[in-house]
């Protein structure tokens, strides 16, 4: 292909989609590439709904980037006339020692962020969904938190940078970098600076960067007989995460746009190994996808019933310590890589695009990313 790009983008999920956006506000001439058609549901962000937080329990680096992300999915909503997020609010649930409390707590001191602190008697009685919480636990609330529309953020993304006039490419592999730009089975794409944010086939292309890729499905519940469906409500019942003393977490949220109530379990690397994504079951059972989801939820969420409505395959790219991977690649200071999401990257796109963008122009970042940069693993 003759054309010569400033920049080009591989692959079209959240990060890329969000970068693509990015990089053609700024006036630079850039390609999007994608393998799939464009809103698959074969990567890491298909499935209605995303869980947004502001006090960010991962890291309390990532509030600045949830608050920047916050603004650019506001504008995204603006330029699309299109809502995207709902801010419901949030419960963050478990022992005080542990990551859903401590961890947004230690977020949202570091930023004086406002947050809701509740006592176990103040959780039973205003989330009585919730069963079984022993006495030691607490609560956090976090008034930013909400629900995000992952597929609807992607296609406004991808319509919006196509509106500014950026090349996107569907269904079209990029099969490696080259010292000019990518090559593809149509031939080669040129230019000045390559962003990979291939998601789960991050490593595949940028083997430097080191991933592991879990199977983890998506789980939709509806309510049991006897018990009333408005209280699984996405307003009775909003988004939150709950932490137990043995470390695994549930997360979900209730009914919204069409669909029952949302719950999943953390991944456990002893039932979910390492997978490729290119060879996933794509099939979904109750043993691999439900069953232990399902016993946490007769004693901890028992209006729900526990076989599931509806369930979809997804995949997790886990880096070394966590955190996303954002930043120029060492060694190779043309290729700017954005991925590892580790479970929690959607409510960020739109800040990690932009991260990305400054990247790519070369402009003074607007907040602190130096500790997701690749560098740190090297
Ligand atoms: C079960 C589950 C629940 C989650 N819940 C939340 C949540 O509540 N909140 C939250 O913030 N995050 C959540 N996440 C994480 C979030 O979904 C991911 O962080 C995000 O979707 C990752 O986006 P990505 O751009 O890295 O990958 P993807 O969206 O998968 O995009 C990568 C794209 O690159 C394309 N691609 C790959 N290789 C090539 C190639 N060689 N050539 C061309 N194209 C290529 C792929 O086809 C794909 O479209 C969850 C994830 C899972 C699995």
């Not at 790219?317 to 966590?322: E, L, Q």
Request: charged share 20%; with cysteine; net charge negative.
């Amino acid at each position: 292909m003759s054309t010569r790009y400033d920049a080009v983008v591989v692959g079209l999920g959240a990060f890329g989609s969000q970068a693509l956006w990015a990089l053609a506000r700024r006036g630079l001439r850039v390609a999007g590439i994608e393998q799939f058609p464009l809103g698959h549901a074969l990567g890491s962000s298909h499935g209605v709904t995303r869980l947004f937080r502001v006090a960010c329990l991962e890291h309390p680096g990532l509030v600045p980037l949830a608050q920047r992300s916050l603004a650019l999915w506001r504008e995204l909503e603006d330029t699309a006339c299109t809502p995207l997020l709902d801010q419901t609010g949030g419960l963050m649930a478990g022992p005080p020692s542990g990551r859903a409390v401590g961890g947004t707590r230690r977020a949202a001191a570091a930023h004086h962020l406002d947050i809701e602190d509740l006592t176990v008697e103040q959780l039973r009685d205003r989330f009585p969904q919730h069963a079984g919480l022993p006495d030691h636990y607490e609560g956090v609330w976090d008034p930013g938190a909400g629900v995000l529309r992952p597929e609807a953020a992607i296609g406004a993304a991808l319509d919006a940078a196509r509106a500014l006039g950026a090349t996107v490419l569907e269904g079209v592999r990029v099969t490696g970098l080259t010292d000019g730009g990518v090559a593809t089975a149509l031939g080669t794409v040129h230019a000045e600076q390559v962003v990979v944010t291939a998601g789960p086939w991050l490593s595949d292309l940028v083997p430097q960067v080191a991933t592991t890729v879990r199977r983890v499905p998506l789980t939709w519940f509806g309510t049991r007989p006897g018990y009333d469906p408005a209280a699984f409500d996405l307003k009775a019942f909003p988004v939150f995460i709950r932490h137990y003393d043995d470390e695994r977490t549930i997360w979900g949220h209730g009914a919204a746009l069409g669909e029952p109530a949302k719950v999943g379990l953390s991944p456990d690397p002893d039932q979910q190994p390492a997978v490729h994504p290119d060879t996933i079951d794509r099939s979904v059972d109750a043993a691999t996808d439900w069953a232990r989801l399902g016993t946490v939820l007769k004693r901890t969420l028992p209006g729900l019933d526990p076989t599931p409505a509806k369930a979809r395959p997804c995949m997790i790219t886990m880096s070394a310590d966590g955190q996303f991977v954002v930043g120029r690649l060492p060694g190779r200071e043309r290729v700017v890589v954005a991925g590892g999401c580790s479970g929690h990257g959607f409510k960020h796109a739109s800040g990690v695009g932009d991260v990305v963008a400054r990247i790519v122009a070369d402009e003074n970042q607007v907040l602190d990313a130096a500790f997701l940069d690749p560098a740190r693993f090297s």
